[in-house]
């Protein structure tokens, strides 16, 4: 049940802005059931919580919106949140794809995820190949910490072995750095912010044995503890609340039949990622509509907002790089777009984007804007029962 004042707050960069929601309960009594409150929660992570309550009751007593200001504030995205969100299937969060590409150099070895074609080039001429591959392979510049400190909350991470080598490492075209150098700036930065949540997705894995998903999942389960949120089952039961009552701070997505059985370790099929693996914005934006539009029921959803080159694109363009060819020109394309997104379960829920730093504050703002969105729609369709 909604309860005297609840405040919102959100952290930006440049500027404050304080969403203040005051909601006063009517003296007239009002047949309701109890809300749900259940489950863990995509993290992150610059989340603008909404009540479930409002969602769940039969006959919701009357909701006055009295007072509406505004407040962002980065580094702390979703500590200051005191209200309740279905944070799976309703809030949206801000996200970086192959978020751990700022540590590749253009002197690193070539990565078991590239083309066998690209891998024998390598071989043959070296220090030239791998340049390129570089330039086409970077997605990020902020390193996680920047990227936590920025307000992104959801994570894209690629791992694989390393010959001559017992670490797994992140690797996108090259290999970047250890795995667990990524994962000990978020562990630092959660012990630094008790009350926020991350989203930690392993998409990809690369000649990685039984052994390596092994001690990599143990890894995990040694770094964060109790602080992971474990599967549950019906996922539109995850809540902010739920999470910070039991201390839970981290949802791994695994996807690799290695963590099957482990709750400590969600499925793939809990929270979908489809690629537009596309180089054309209007290309990319009808797909993304068209998958939000059949998006599953009872799941999260990761919305690519990337453009993606193939080998004869990097052919004709050899000069250039993603960041200067695409990524640019894709982020001017986003903003519009989210702005006119809605939250909700055929809605957006993760927005991930290349190169975050750039323009990331205007990214965070629309992010927040889609979840009040949702919190507006709630009130009024309370008002109206």
Not at 34 to 51: F, L, N, Q, T
Not at 56 to 68: A, D, F, G, R, Y
Not at 105 to 131: A, Q
Not at 169 to 196: M, N, R, S, T
């Amino acid at each position: 049940e909604l309860l005297g004042n609840q405040r919102l707050r959100v952290e930006a960069s440049t500027g404050n802005i304080e969403i203040l929601f005051q909601l006063v309960r009517p003296t007239a009594k009002t047949s309701s059931k109890p809300p749900c409150c259940h489950a863990c929660g995509k993290a992150r992570e610059s989340m603008v919580v909404i009540s479930d309550c409002i969602l769940s009751i039969e006959k919701p007593p009357q909701v006055h919106l009295t007072k509406i200001q505004t407040s962002i504030s980065l580094s702390s995205a979703v500590e200051q949140l005191n209200t309740t969100s279905a944070l799976v299937n309703y809030a949206t969060e801000a996200g970086s794809h192959d978020s751990g590409s700022y540590s590749l150099t253009r002197n690193s070895p070539i990565s078991p995820d590239s083309l066998p074609l690209v891998r024998s080039l390598g071989r043959l001429f070296g220090p030239l190949v791998r340049r390129c591959i570089y330039h086409w392979s970077v997605t990020q510049h902020l390193t996680l910490t920047q990227q936590l400190q920025h307000g992104i909350r959801y994570f894209d991470l690629r791992v694989s072995s390393k010959p001559l080598s017992k670490d797994l490492y992140v690797v996108h075209g090259l290999y970047g750095d250890p795995i667990k150098a990524i994962l000990d700036q978020v562990d630092i930065f959660l012990l630094k912010h008790p009350d926020e949540i991350v989203v930690l997705d392993f998409q990809h894995f690369y000649t990685l044995s039984d052994l390596d998903h092994s001690s990599l999942m143990t890894l995990i389960g040694h770094l964060f503890e109790a602080r992971l949120c474990p599967m549950l089952h019906n996922l539109e039961m995850v809540t902010l609340n739920y999470m910070r009552s039991r201390g839970y701070q981290v949802i791994v997505i695994y996807r690799h039949e290695a963590a099957r059985g482990d709750l400590n370790f969600w499925f793939s099929g809990a929270w979908p990622t489809p690629w537009p693996d596309t180089t054309s914005v209007p290309s990319m934006l009808t797909f993304l509509d068209h998958r939000l539009a059949t998006r599953p029921p009872n799941s999260g959803f990761v919305t690519q907002c990337v453009l993606t080159p193939d080998i004869r694109y990097v052919l004709l363009h050899p000069l250039t790089s993603l960041e200067q060819s695409l990524a640019l020109h894709c982020n001017k394309a986003i903003l519009p777009w989210v702005s006119n997104q809605r939250p909700g379960a055929k809605g957006v829920n993760v927005i991930i984007s290349d190169f975050v730093g750039s323009g990331l504050c205007d990214l965070t703002r629309t992010v927040v804007k889609l979840n009040s969105k949702l919190l507006a729609d709630a009130q009024s369709s309370a008002v109206k029962l």
